[in-house]
């Protein structure tokens, strides 16, 4: 079959994508390993909520019309979202078709799929950025009686073992799964790493409306000063609700924090002596935005007063090595994020981390692309709100290149 781009992946990059290369009148298939929107149906926690308020669904051409614009959609919800986008211009999405390898093909691909091949100009990779779990090396030290999941593969407190849990990671999921669990009566004790510490709500708004607002979340990755340093930040230490899920607020709720895990060897786990640290750097940090958010509202919206709830930061260290047998840890959660894997990608174009070199999402092989990166361009490239940016601009690209690729009497 032939086509002239292959978009491979429909989460919500795949399907923006779509959309801004049929606006310019580029043909082209969406191929779907699973369901469109896959990675939100299997790869959630059956709490999960979206962090971003559903105003934040700007994709190309569309925007959520629901009746709460301020709230957090959950799974189905965002699902039916990603559906009634795709319907609304006829995608032409091909599910459950699994790319299996893409090759070069002449000056143009091979892209290989369980369900036949197509021939094709230009490829657009938009299999996510969050596919992987990232799983330290020193998991393998844990026995076997301990049973380890992550982010994508945890589901709700009653499918773990019984007994308690260590969570790894205080970001986005950690602090929510660990939230949950101890909610649920679990013992839980949490290793804490560095983290992007904020407040849900700040005078009288959602975090997120003033980081919108301020343009934090549009800087570019010209913009900042260590490229590499932006890519890895942590995700935002925040829960969907009004409910705190900061550091502060776990341990009132019973969590045991404690440093940054650095050995796990046989039923014995160890801690770094840096939780104060740790913290300590997350409030600067945290001091730093909400100082950028005054100064904008102080000058544009008067009569917005500061208000109270900053998260308290300081908290009390916990233990620093934990024989997990002795204390009834049966479950460990990596909540340590998330990396890309390009397994069927034959293409040179990956950097020695394995992830896409490109620029804005465009490769060093003519006709190969990405969305969804991490910093592609703006802060936010990898939220739903953000991808539109990035998906015009490719889509302006692929269509100068097809006009160059058109003989001159047509
Ligand atoms: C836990 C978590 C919470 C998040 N919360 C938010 C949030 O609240 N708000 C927000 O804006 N963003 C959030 N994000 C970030 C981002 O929106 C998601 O990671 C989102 O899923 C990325 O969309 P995507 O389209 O780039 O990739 P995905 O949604 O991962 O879509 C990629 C698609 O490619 C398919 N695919 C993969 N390999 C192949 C193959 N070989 N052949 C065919 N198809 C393939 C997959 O099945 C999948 O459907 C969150 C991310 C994580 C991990």
């Not at 994709?59 to 319907?87: C, I, K, W």
């Not at 036949?116 to 992987?132: D, F, M, P, Q």
């Amino acid at each position: 079959m032939h086509t002239n781009t292959v978009v491979i992946g429909a989460g919500h990059a795949g399907l923006a994508m779509s959309r801004c290369l049929a606006d310019r009148g580029l043909e082209h298939v969406v191929l779907e390993r699973g369901r469109l929107g896959e990675r939100w149906r299997t790869a959630r926690w059956d709490s999960f909520r979206l962090l971003t308020p559903a105003w934040m669904m700007r994709l190309p051409g569309h925007a959520y019309h629901g009746e709460n614009a301020d709230a957090f959609l959950t799974v189905p919800e965002l699902v039916s979202y990603l559906a009634e986008y795709a319907r609304s211009f006829d995608a032409p999405v091909h599910e459950m078709t699994t790319v299996t390898r893409v090759s070069r093909d002449g000056d143009g691909y091979l892209v290989r799929t369980d369900r036949g091949e197509w021939r094709c100009s230009n490829v657009v990779i938009a299999t996510g950025y969050h596919s992987c779990a990232r799983v330290p090396a020193m998991a393998a030290g844990l026995p076997s009686e301990v049973v380890q999941v992550n982010p994508a593969s945890y589901r709700r407190p009653g499918l773990l073992a019984d007994g308690g849990v260590l969570v790894v990671g205080a970001s986005a999921s950690g602090v929510q799964i660990a939230d949950e669990l101890a909610q649920s009566g679990r013992d839980v004790v949490l290793a804490v790493g560095s983290h992007t510490l904020l407040p849900r709500r700040y005078r009288g708004r959602d975090i997120l409306w003033w980081l919108d607002r301020t343009g934090a979340l549009d800087r570019t990755i010209d913009d900042v000063r260590d490229p590499v340093a932006a890519r890895g930040e942590p995700s935002l230490q925040l829960g969907a609700s009004e409910r705190p899920v900061n550091l502060k607020a776990l341990q009132a709720h019973g969590v045991r924090l404690a440093g940054r895990l650095i050995g796990a060897e046989a039923g014995d786990v160890r801690f770094a002596d840096d939780l104060v640290a740790t913290t300590t750097a997350a409030a600067v940090r945290l001091n730093r935005v909400l100082a950028d958010i005054d100064r904008y509202a102080d000058d544009r919206i008067p009569g917005v007063a500061a208000d109270a709830t900053v998260p308290a930061t300081r908290v009390r260290p916990g233990p620093r090595q934990l024989n997990l047998d002795r204390v009834g840890v049966r479950t460990v959660v990596w909540a340590t994020g998330f990396r890309p894997t390009y397994p069927w990608l034959t293409v040179p174009v990956l950097d020695e981390t394995g992830r896409i070199r490109h620029h804005r999402g465009i490769t060093a092989a003519p006709g190969l692309y990405a969305i969804g990166l991490r910093f592609q361009h703006r802060r936010n490239a990898t939220f739903i709100d953000g991808v539109r940016h990035d998906a015009a601009y490719l889509a302006d690209h692929l269509a100068a290149r097809r006009s160059l690729e058109r003989p001159l009497h047509h």
